[in-house]
């Protein structure tokens, strides 16, 4: 994200990530293929295709979804973070190609388009064994074809972050279709357990995942602790030198994470929480003078926490003031795009 609408940049880092994650997709279909050749010498060569690409974008399908959490635990994995979206773009190439060898396969070559095919082949809704899985994928592929269409900054900013958002939200909708759709077929297909257990360990991670992380999140809130407020309403919420320049210090005030940010001996007060995609906007620093949330590069102005054009996000703003050598904070928040002075403290670190 930047103060302009750019097209995507492969930076050196960036093309050693999708160099790596191409090579990994090559390997895994080159073994599944290979190792289901080995397995199942009756299997023909479309079929072991179509298993392996499903497959492959089943598992990135996971661990997209657990890299989120894993950042909120452990700052470690922010690098995962910061290119999941070429990961996921991946994914989403994947189960198309996945979707269009099986609509070939088992519907391209009979008496009703294949697309009405694909809904109207199996009626036995009532059976949970013989039960039409693939409706629950193609449903599935709809809503990750339109999420890694969208992918892009460029519809972030003219969607606006609230449809950006709960469009992209819908993943775990699409998660969900594909564990049925994927569970449903191996039970009409398959007799090993072994498939089954591997699918229900996938779900018991990313659940595992998501609550360790919502966990951590509300003992961090429970470790801050709300501040007292003075008879007026303000709050003391530190002494201007607990602050590193660059940096900030979130404290829990109004049922809200706030970061107060320090740039010099400039302080301004933002919400801890980027519009984004609830990012722990407090961890991230200021850098050419705007405030970066650490997980996607998003940018804010500390003055009026509203994004560079042609991006539309703001996040709340909070009045300081310097009382007796502390740094005290109104948790009522200003009117949204509100441009105010930083507060000017001198100090013997700036």
Not at 80 to 106: C, D, E, I, K, P
Not at 188 to 207: F, H
Not at 210 to 234: F, I, Q, T
Request: with cysteine; net charge negative.
């Amino acid at each position: 994200m930047g103060h302009d609408y750019q097209a995507v940049q492969w930076n050196p880092q960036k093309k050693r990530y999708d160099g790596l994650l191409a090579l990994g997709v090559i390997l895994f279909l080159g073994a599944f293929i290979g190792g289901g050749a080995a397995l199942f010498p009756e299997a023909t060569a479309e079929t072991l295709l179509l298993r392996g690409l499903g497959t492959a974008s089943f598992f990135l399908l996971h661990v997209v979804l657990c890299i989120g959490p894993l950042a909120r635990i452990d700052t470690r994995w922010l690098p995962l973070l910061y290119n999941r979206r070429h990961m996921g773009v991946t994914m989403a190439s994947l189960a198309m190609a996945h979707g269009a060898f099986a609509l070939l396969q088992f519907h391209a070559f009979g008496d009703v388009n294949a697309f009405v095919s694909l809904f109207v082949s199996n009626p036995r809704w009532d059976s949970l064994a013989q039960f039409p899985f693939q409706p629950l994928g193609a449903a599935a592929l709809v809503i990750i074809v339109l999420m890694a269409c969208t992918s892009h900054d460029f519809w972030l900013a003219n969607l606006t972050a609230p449809v950006w958002k709960a469009l992209h939200m819908l993943v775990y909708v699409a998660y969900g279709l594909l564990v049925l759709h994927v569970a449903l077929g191996v039970l009409q297909a398959e007799t090993s357990p072994l498939l089954v257990a591997l699918v229900a360990a996938g779900v018991l991670t990313v659940g595992t995942l998501h609550l360790v992380a919502a966990r951590k999140d509300s003992c961090d809130d429970a470790e801050m602790g709300p501040l007292p407020a003075a008879d007026d309403g303000w709050i003391d919420a530190c002494a201007p030198e607990d602050i590193e320049d660059g940096r900030a210090k979130i404290i829990l005030a109004a049922g809200e994470r706030i970061a107060i940010f320090r740039s010099g001996n400039e302080f301004s007060a933002l919400s801890a929480v980027c519009q984004h995609q609830n990012g722990p906007l407090g961890e991230g620093r200021i850098i050419d003078g705007l405030v970066v949330c650490p997980w996607h590069g998003y940018q804010y102005k500390p003055r009026c926490g509203q994004s560079p054009e042609p991006f539309q996000e703001v996040v709340p703003t909070f009045a300081l003031r310097l009382q007796g050598g502390r740094v005290y904070l109104n948790p009522r928040p200003l009117p949204l795009g509100t441009d105010t002075d930083p507060l000017h403290v001198e100090t013997s670190h700036a």
